[in-house]
Protein backbone atom coordinates (compact mmCIF):
# COMPACT_ATOMS: atom_id res chain seq x y z
CA UNK A 1 0.00 0.00 0.00
CA UNK A 2 1.13 3.50 -0.64
CA UNK A 3 1.85 4.49 2.94
CA UNK A 4 4.88 6.66 4.06
CA UNK A 5 7.29 6.71 7.02
CA UNK A 6 4.18 8.97 9.13
CA UNK A 7 1.53 5.61 7.99
CA UNK A 8 -0.25 8.20 5.91
CA UNK A 9 -1.51 7.40 2.62
CA UNK A 10 -0.09 8.73 -0.55
CA UNK A 11 -4.07 9.00 -2.58
CA UNK A 12 -2.77 10.42 -5.69
CA UNK A 13 -0.67 7.09 -6.35
CA UNK A 14 -3.84 4.78 -5.77
CA UNK A 15 -5.33 3.44 -8.41
CA UNK A 16 -9.29 3.07 -9.20
CA UNK A 17 -9.13 -0.51 -7.37
CA UNK A 18 -6.21 0.45 -4.45
CA UNK A 19 -8.84 3.34 -3.68
CA UNK A 20 -11.99 1.72 -3.78
CA UNK A 21 -10.54 -1.01 -1.04
CA UNK A 22 -9.11 1.56 0.44
CA UNK A 23 -12.37 3.87 1.16
CA UNK A 24 -13.84 0.51 2.05
CA UNK A 25 -11.76 -0.37 4.61
CA UNK A 26 -12.70 3.13 6.27
CA UNK A 27 -16.21 1.89 6.40
CA UNK A 28 -17.25 4.39 3.38
CA UNK A 29 -19.38 3.45 0.44
CA UNK A 30 -17.87 2.49 -2.24
CA UNK A 31 -19.32 5.16 -4.28
CA UNK A 32 -17.25 7.39 -2.40
CA UNK A 33 -14.17 6.15 -4.47
CA UNK A 34 -15.33 7.02 -7.42
CA UNK A 35 -16.22 10.87 -6.77
CA UNK A 36 -12.74 10.85 -5.04
CA UNK A 37 -10.61 9.25 -7.72
CA UNK A 38 -12.34 12.12 -10.11
CA UNK A 39 -11.96 14.90 -7.76
CA UNK A 40 -8.25 14.39 -8.26
CA UNK A 41 -7.34 13.19 -11.64
CA UNK A 42 -10.03 15.17 -13.72
CA UNK A 43 -10.84 18.00 -12.17
CA UNK A 44 -6.96 18.73 -10.08
CA UNK A 45 -8.37 20.00 -7.25
CA UNK A 46 -6.25 21.57 -4.77
CA UNK A 47 -7.42 20.11 -1.48
CA UNK A 48 -10.34 18.39 0.29
CA UNK A 49 -12.30 21.59 0.90
CA UNK A 50 -12.87 21.58 -2.39
CA UNK A 51 -13.96 18.07 -3.11
CA UNK A 52 -18.07 19.77 -1.95
CA UNK A 53 -19.69 16.58 -2.50
CA UNK A 54 -18.22 14.92 0.01
CA UNK A 55 -19.17 15.30 3.95
CA UNK A 56 -16.99 17.59 6.04
CA UNK A 57 -16.57 14.92 8.12
CA UNK A 58 -14.71 13.17 5.55
CA UNK A 59 -13.03 15.51 4.37
CA UNK A 60 -11.14 15.93 7.62
CA UNK A 61 -10.80 12.26 7.65
CA UNK A 62 -8.60 12.43 4.37
CA UNK A 63 -6.68 15.07 5.49
CA UNK A 64 -5.61 13.24 8.35
CA UNK A 65 -5.38 10.18 7.04
CA UNK A 66 -3.46 10.88 3.49
CA UNK A 67 -0.22 12.46 2.42
CA UNK A 68 -1.17 15.41 -0.96
CA UNK A 69 1.66 15.28 -3.39
CA UNK A 70 1.37 18.20 -5.12
CA UNK A 71 3.84 20.46 -7.39
CA UNK A 72 4.87 24.10 -7.41
CA UNK A 73 5.40 25.71 -10.17
CA UNK A 74 8.79 27.39 -9.72
CA UNK A 75 9.45 28.81 -12.76
CA UNK A 76 7.89 28.65 -16.37
CA UNK A 77 9.52 30.07 -20.11
CA UNK A 78 7.55 30.29 -22.82
CA UNK A 79 9.46 29.82 -26.22
CA UNK A 80 9.00 33.05 -28.51
CA UNK A 81 9.79 30.17 -31.33
CA UNK A 82 7.39 27.77 -31.03
CA UNK A 83 4.68 28.14 -28.21
CA UNK A 84 7.08 25.68 -26.25
CA UNK A 85 6.51 25.90 -22.44
CA UNK A 86 9.21 24.38 -19.97
CA UNK A 87 8.16 24.71 -16.15
CA UNK A 88 10.39 24.03 -13.36
CA UNK A 89 8.20 22.63 -10.50
CA UNK A 90 9.37 22.07 -6.66
CA UNK A 91 8.44 18.73 -5.22
CA UNK A 92 7.28 18.69 -1.69
CA UNK A 93 10.77 17.65 -0.58
CA UNK A 94 12.71 20.43 -2.44
CA UNK A 95 13.55 18.83 -5.38
CA UNK A 96 13.13 20.05 -8.78
CA UNK A 97 12.69 19.01 -12.32
CA UNK A 98 11.70 19.72 -15.56
CA UNK A 99 8.88 19.55 -17.73
CA UNK A 100 8.06 20.36 -21.32
CA UNK A 101 4.97 21.30 -23.25
CA UNK A 102 5.08 21.15 -27.15
CA UNK A 103 2.14 22.80 -28.94
CA UNK A 104 1.63 20.33 -32.13
CA UNK A 105 -0.97 20.52 -35.13
CA UNK A 106 -2.11 16.75 -33.77
CA UNK A 107 -2.89 17.92 -30.40
CA UNK A 108 -0.80 19.16 -27.07
CA UNK A 109 2.01 17.19 -25.83
CA UNK A 110 3.86 17.05 -22.50
CA UNK A 111 7.48 15.19 -22.24
CA UNK A 112 7.25 14.22 -18.33
CA UNK A 113 10.46 13.71 -15.98
CA UNK A 114 10.33 10.19 -14.31
CA UNK A 115 13.59 10.31 -11.95
CA UNK A 116 15.37 13.64 -10.17
CA UNK A 117 18.65 13.65 -11.88
CA UNK A 118 19.85 10.15 -14.06
CA UNK A 119 21.79 7.19 -13.33
CA UNK A 120 22.78 6.71 -16.86
CA UNK A 121 25.15 8.56 -17.42
CA UNK A 122 25.33 9.36 -21.69
CA UNK A 123 27.76 11.62 -22.47
CA UNK A 124 25.83 14.14 -24.15
CA UNK A 125 22.79 14.37 -21.82
CA UNK A 126 22.59 17.45 -18.76
CA UNK A 127 20.19 15.04 -16.84
CA UNK A 128 22.43 12.93 -15.70
CA UNK A 129 25.16 15.63 -14.42
CA UNK A 130 25.23 15.97 -10.85
CA UNK A 131 23.53 12.10 -11.14
CA UNK A 132 20.40 10.40 -9.48
CA UNK A 133 18.99 12.04 -6.56
CA UNK A 134 15.38 9.70 -6.23
CA UNK A 135 12.98 8.33 -8.46
CA UNK A 136 9.45 10.07 -9.17
CA UNK A 137 6.28 8.63 -7.47
CA UNK A 138 3.82 8.13 -10.26
CA UNK A 139 1.82 11.05 -8.84
CA UNK A 140 4.63 13.46 -9.27
CA UNK A 141 4.31 12.66 -12.97
CA UNK A 142 0.93 12.73 -13.22
CA UNK A 143 1.32 16.24 -11.36
CA UNK A 144 3.33 17.48 -14.34
CA UNK A 145 0.40 17.13 -16.39
CA UNK A 146 -2.17 17.79 -14.37
CA UNK A 147 0.03 21.48 -13.69
CA UNK A 148 0.41 22.19 -16.79
CA UNK A 149 -2.95 20.98 -18.46
CA UNK A 150 -4.72 23.87 -15.41
CA UNK A 151 -2.08 26.19 -16.91
CA UNK A 152 -2.90 25.71 -20.37
CA UNK A 153 -6.57 25.50 -20.33
CA UNK A 154 -6.45 23.04 -23.26
CA UNK A 155 -6.25 19.45 -23.17
CA UNK A 156 -3.60 17.29 -23.23
CA UNK A 157 -4.05 14.61 -25.88
CA UNK A 158 -0.37 13.61 -25.80
CA UNK A 159 2.15 12.73 -23.11
CA UNK A 160 6.14 11.21 -23.98
CA UNK A 161 8.27 10.49 -20.81
CA UNK A 162 11.59 11.99 -22.27
CA UNK A 163 12.21 14.37 -19.84
CA UNK A 164 15.00 13.95 -16.95
CA UNK A 165 15.34 10.63 -16.08
CA UNK A 166 15.31 7.07 -17.20
CA UNK A 167 11.87 5.70 -16.96
CA UNK A 168 12.83 2.05 -17.05
CA UNK A 169 14.66 2.55 -13.96
CA UNK A 170 11.57 3.66 -11.96
CA UNK A 171 9.85 0.35 -13.78
CA UNK A 172 6.77 0.13 -10.91
CA UNK A 173 6.10 3.47 -10.58
CA UNK A 174 6.09 4.04 -14.69
CA UNK A 175 3.65 1.60 -14.69
CA UNK A 176 1.10 2.83 -12.22
CA UNK A 177 2.01 6.26 -13.38
CA UNK A 178 0.72 5.02 -16.96
CA UNK A 179 -2.65 3.07 -15.77
CA UNK A 180 -3.44 6.10 -13.94
CA UNK A 181 -3.29 8.54 -16.84
CA UNK A 182 -4.96 6.33 -19.25
CA UNK A 183 -7.51 5.61 -16.91
CA UNK A 184 -11.06 6.17 -17.87
CA UNK A 185 -11.64 8.22 -14.55
CA UNK A 186 -8.79 9.87 -14.94
CA UNK A 187 -7.64 12.33 -17.96
CA UNK A 188 -8.42 9.39 -19.72
CA UNK A 189 -5.38 10.00 -22.28
CA UNK A 190 -5.07 7.48 -24.73
CA UNK A 191 -2.90 4.65 -24.70
CA UNK A 192 -1.36 4.92 -28.36
CA UNK A 193 -0.71 8.65 -27.38
CA UNK A 194 1.76 7.57 -24.46
CA UNK A 195 5.40 7.39 -25.70
CA UNK A 196 8.26 5.73 -23.08
CA UNK A 197 11.83 6.44 -23.99
CA UNK A 198 14.79 4.28 -22.74
CA UNK A 199 18.16 4.05 -23.26
CA UNK A 200 17.99 0.15 -23.41
CA UNK A 201 17.29 -1.80 -20.40
CA UNK A 202 17.04 -4.98 -21.86
CA UNK A 203 15.12 -6.87 -19.01
CA UNK A 204 12.66 -4.13 -18.68
CA UNK A 205 11.76 -3.72 -22.24
CA UNK A 206 11.12 -6.98 -21.99
CA UNK A 207 8.91 -6.95 -19.05
CA UNK A 208 7.04 -4.03 -20.06
CA UNK A 209 6.17 -6.19 -23.33
CA UNK A 210 4.02 -8.25 -21.88
CA UNK A 211 2.47 -5.44 -19.57
CA UNK A 212 -0.44 -5.75 -22.93
CA UNK A 213 -0.17 -2.37 -23.43
CA UNK A 214 -0.74 -0.50 -26.16
CA UNK A 215 1.55 2.51 -25.51
CA UNK A 216 5.07 3.40 -27.95
CA UNK A 217 8.43 2.52 -27.06
CA UNK A 218 11.42 4.61 -28.47
CA UNK A 219 14.80 2.95 -28.15
CA UNK A 220 18.04 5.72 -27.53
CA UNK A 221 20.32 3.99 -30.15
CA UNK A 222 22.85 6.79 -31.00
CA UNK A 223 24.95 4.19 -32.59
CA UNK A 224 25.70 1.31 -35.00
CA UNK A 225 28.31 -0.16 -33.29
CA UNK A 226 28.93 -1.36 -29.87
CA UNK A 227 32.38 0.62 -29.58
CA UNK A 228 31.02 3.62 -30.33
CA UNK A 229 27.88 3.21 -28.65
CA UNK A 230 29.64 2.64 -25.43
CA UNK A 231 31.62 5.88 -26.15
CA UNK A 232 28.53 7.64 -26.08
CA UNK A 233 26.07 5.39 -23.47
CA UNK A 234 27.84 3.74 -20.77
CA UNK A 235 24.41 1.50 -20.71
CA UNK A 236 25.79 -0.06 -23.78
CA UNK A 237 28.52 -2.08 -21.54
CA UNK A 238 25.82 -3.91 -19.80
CA UNK A 239 23.72 -4.78 -22.89
CA UNK A 240 25.17 -5.37 -26.79
CA UNK A 241 22.92 -3.45 -29.39
CA UNK A 242 22.17 -6.99 -30.45
CA UNK A 243 20.47 -7.62 -27.29
CA UNK A 244 18.92 -4.56 -27.12
CA UNK A 245 17.63 -4.62 -31.51
CA UNK A 246 16.14 -8.73 -29.72
CA UNK A 247 14.32 -6.92 -27.05
CA UNK A 248 12.62 -4.55 -29.56
CA UNK A 249 11.72 -6.91 -32.07
CA UNK A 250 10.35 -8.79 -29.01
CA UNK A 251 7.97 -5.74 -27.86
CA UNK A 252 7.05 -5.29 -31.50
CA UNK A 253 6.35 -8.95 -32.04
CA UNK A 254 3.87 -9.21 -28.56
CA UNK A 255 2.00 -5.60 -29.07
CA UNK A 256 2.22 -5.07 -32.68
CA UNK A 257 3.78 -1.28 -31.90
CA UNK A 258 6.20 -0.03 -34.22
CA UNK A 259 9.69 1.05 -32.58
CA UNK A 260 10.63 4.28 -32.45
CA UNK A 261 14.47 4.54 -32.83
CA UNK A 262 15.96 8.11 -31.54
CA UNK A 263 19.26 8.45 -32.84
CA UNK A 264 21.05 11.99 -31.67
CA UNK A 265 23.88 13.01 -34.42
CA UNK A 266 26.93 14.10 -32.71
CA UNK A 267 28.88 15.97 -35.43
CA UNK A 268 32.00 14.45 -36.62
CA UNK A 269 31.39 11.34 -33.86
CA UNK A 270 28.39 9.26 -35.26
CA UNK A 271 27.44 11.16 -38.45
CA UNK A 272 29.38 9.70 -41.21
CA UNK A 273 28.03 8.12 -44.54
CA UNK A 274 29.37 4.91 -43.03
CA UNK A 275 27.28 5.23 -40.01
CA UNK A 276 24.56 5.65 -42.05
CA UNK A 277 24.92 2.65 -44.16
CA UNK A 278 26.11 0.09 -41.07
CA UNK A 279 22.83 1.64 -39.24
CA UNK A 280 20.71 1.00 -41.79
CA UNK A 281 21.88 -2.42 -42.09
CA UNK A 282 20.88 -2.79 -38.69
CA UNK A 283 17.28 -1.92 -39.05
CA UNK A 284 16.65 -2.73 -42.36
CA UNK A 285 13.04 -5.02 -42.85
CA UNK A 286 11.90 -3.89 -39.35
CA UNK A 287 9.13 -2.02 -38.49
CA UNK A 288 10.15 0.78 -37.24
CA UNK A 289 10.87 4.51 -37.37
CA UNK A 290 13.64 6.71 -36.94
CA UNK A 291 14.08 9.69 -35.46
CA UNK A 292 16.93 12.08 -36.34
CA UNK A 293 17.90 14.39 -33.57
CA UNK A 294 21.20 16.75 -34.24
CA UNK A 295 22.46 16.77 -31.15
CA UNK A 296 21.75 19.80 -28.34
CA UNK A 297 24.93 21.70 -27.15
CA UNK A 298 24.90 21.44 -23.39
CA UNK A 299 27.54 23.62 -21.60
CA UNK A 300 29.56 21.15 -19.82
CA UNK A 301 29.23 18.67 -22.91
CA UNK A 302 31.86 18.89 -26.04
CA UNK A 303 29.61 17.47 -28.57
CA UNK A 304 28.25 19.64 -31.03
CA UNK A 305 25.16 19.23 -33.88
CA UNK A 306 25.74 17.92 -37.43
CA UNK A 307 25.73 20.28 -40.34
CA UNK A 308 22.12 20.72 -41.72
CA UNK A 309 23.84 19.06 -45.22
CA UNK A 310 25.04 16.07 -43.02
CA UNK A 311 21.70 15.91 -41.37
CA UNK A 312 20.01 15.60 -45.18
CA UNK A 313 22.69 13.22 -46.22
CA UNK A 314 22.42 11.32 -43.36
CA UNK A 315 18.53 10.65 -43.47
CA UNK A 316 18.16 10.30 -47.52
CA UNK A 317 21.09 7.30 -47.20
CA UNK A 318 18.59 5.62 -44.25
CA UNK A 319 15.80 6.28 -47.27
CA UNK A 320 17.35 5.02 -49.78
CA UNK A 321 17.56 1.79 -47.54
CA UNK A 322 13.88 1.63 -47.01
CA UNK A 323 13.80 3.06 -43.48
CA UNK A 324 11.18 5.27 -42.38
CA UNK A 325 12.86 8.45 -40.96
CA UNK A 326 12.17 12.35 -39.53
CA UNK A 327 14.68 14.48 -38.28
CA UNK A 328 13.02 16.26 -35.05
CA UNK A 329 11.63 19.43 -35.30
CA UNK A 330 13.55 21.18 -32.60
CA UNK A 331 11.15 22.49 -30.09
CA UNK A 332 11.77 25.46 -27.61
CA UNK A 333 15.54 25.63 -28.09
CA UNK A 334 15.60 29.39 -26.61
CA UNK A 335 14.84 28.17 -23.47
CA UNK A 336 16.65 25.04 -23.31
CA UNK A 337 13.46 23.06 -23.57
CA UNK A 338 15.15 20.79 -26.56
CA UNK A 339 16.22 16.85 -25.59
CA UNK A 340 18.42 16.17 -23.59
CA UNK A 341 18.87 20.12 -21.76
CA UNK A 342 16.45 19.11 -18.99
CA UNK A 343 18.26 19.06 -15.77
CA UNK A 344 18.46 19.45 -12.23
CA UNK A 345 17.93 22.63 -10.52
CA UNK A 346 18.02 23.62 -7.28
CA UNK A 347 16.42 26.54 -5.32
CA UNK A 348 19.63 28.38 -5.49
CA UNK A 349 19.66 28.31 -9.50
CA UNK A 350 16.37 28.68 -9.48
CA UNK A 351 16.68 32.21 -8.10
CA UNK A 352 19.55 32.73 -10.91
CA UNK A 353 17.89 32.22 -13.85
CA UNK A 354 20.80 32.29 -16.09
CA UNK A 355 22.57 28.87 -13.92
N1 LIG B 1 16.41 8.13 -20.43
C1 LIG B 1 15.55 8.04 -21.55
C2 LIG B 1 14.68 9.27 -21.77
C3 LIG B 1 15.30 10.66 -21.62
S1 LIG B 1 16.17 11.40 -22.93
C4 LIG B 1 16.35 7.72 -22.79
O1 LIG B 1 17.56 7.64 -22.72
O2 LIG B 1 15.75 7.47 -23.83
C5 LIG B 1 15.18 11.62 -24.32
C6 LIG B 1 15.99 11.54 -25.59
O3 LIG B 1 16.85 12.68 -25.76
C7 LIG B 1 16.91 10.33 -25.63
O4 LIG B 1 16.90 9.74 -26.89
C8 LIG B 1 18.25 10.95 -25.35
O5 LIG B 1 19.31 10.14 -25.75
C9 LIG B 1 18.14 12.24 -26.12
N2 LIG B 1 19.13 13.23 -25.74
C10 LIG B 1 19.74 13.38 -24.56
N3 LIG B 1 20.59 14.43 -24.59
C11 LIG B 1 20.49 14.96 -25.82
C12 LIG B 1 21.09 16.08 -26.46
N4 LIG B 1 21.96 16.85 -25.82
N5 LIG B 1 20.74 16.33 -27.73
C13 LIG B 1 19.84 15.57 -28.37
N6 LIG B 1 19.23 14.52 -27.82
C14 LIG B 1 19.55 14.21 -26.56
Known sequence: MNTDMNGKTEIKSMDFAELQAWIESLGQPRFRAKQIYQWIHQKHVDDYEQMTNLPAGLQNTLGALTEWVSLKTEKKQCSALDGTRKYLFALNDGNMVESVLMRYHHGNSVCVSSQVGCKMGCRFCASTLDGWVRDL??????????????????????????????????????????????????????????????????????????????????????????????????????????????????YFARTGRRISFEYSLCGGVNDSDQDAEALGTLLRGKNCHVNLIPVNAVQERHFFASEQKVVREFKNKLEKLGINVTVRREMGRDIDGACGQLRRRYQKNAENPDN
Do not use: W
Not at 141 to 168: A, C, F, N, T, W
Not at 190 to 204: A, D
Not at 231 to 240: F, I
Open 137 to 250: KPSEMLEQVYRIEKDLGERISHVVVMGMGEPLDNYDNLLKFIRLLTDENGLHISQRNVTVSTCGLVPQMKKLAEEDLQITLALSLHASSDEKRKELMPVANQYTIKEVLEACDY
